[in-house]
């Protein structure tokens, strides 16, 4: 009773998988990924042990085709499966079992495929391919799209209710979990992927500023460009400016780092506690609290 993508990103060698459906906590049944192995989407009917079953097999060496076969013959209803599964060389396989109920299908391109079950209409995943073909960015980006154009296009014949959307990189790791670059899910909304959307975006505001804080730390000359771009995208995020703002000091900009802890403060007083207790966790030098504290006491310039 879902829409959904896998895809592998040709650049990064990422590998994604996005989905809605009208049905509570989609994210923890349908989206498996494993950086640098693959990425499966298992639903309408969906049997859970696809996933980690197919992302264990393409692990072992199996190409996405023969993880599939071998899951299918092993399952007792494949009919009722809706099942697709990319691996590291984009490979992909789909099954769209025949007692799926209508309107249910799948569209394959290069290294990606789209499948939907319970849908309005038989061209949803169509749709969602042309979006997904038709969209410049990132992967997350394109899988969004995709997800959009086939609410745009119908959608689930139920309507919506959640949403989800995983990415990885495409470097094996020692641990399962590690490599995880997007985890996202909507559990219950009446505008799942409109909050899907403005969660990606949140998502881009923290890489934003990560990305500030290494420039920073590194003395990449780029660090002032990008500090500028993350304070504008985590405008309205006191938490993030809170940390850049001390990155800031802690390379010599005092003066705009008082500036936004000033604002930060006087929205939430208890900012400046937190401040006095990060010197015994080693995570602010005490003489920079110092200095910041006599700073943030003398008269701001904007009352002068």
Known sequence: MTYSIVARDPGSGGFGVAVQSHFFQVGPVVPWARAGVGAVATQ????????????????????????LAAALAADP??????????????QVAVHTGAKCIREAGHHVGAGYSVQANMMQKATVWQAMAEAFEGTA?????RMMAALEAAEVEGG???GRQSAAMLVVDGELHPGRWEGRLIDLRVEDHPEPLVELRRLLEVKRTYESVAAAQTALHG?????????????????DNTELRSWLALDMAAQGDLETAVTILRDVIRQDERW???????????LLKPEL???????????????R
């Open 44 to 67: 309408a009917d969906a049997e859970i042990r696809y996933g980690p079953l197919g992302l264990d097999l393409m692990a072992a060496g199996y190409p996405a085709g023969r993880a």
């Open 77 to 90: 209803k494949p009919e009722t499966r809706q099942v697709a599964l990319v691996d590291r060389d984009s």
């Open 137 to 141: 960015g990132s992967l997350a980006e």
């Open 156 to 158: 689930d014949i139920r």
């Open 219 to 235: 003395g990449d000359p780029q660090g002032a460009t990008l500090t500028a771009k993350a304070l504008e995208r985590a405008e």
């Open 272 to 282: 400046l506690e937190l401040l006095r207790r990060l010197p015994s966790a080693d």
């Open 289 to 303: 609290l110092a200095q910041l504290e006599d700073r943030l006491k003398a008269p701001s310039t904007r009352s």
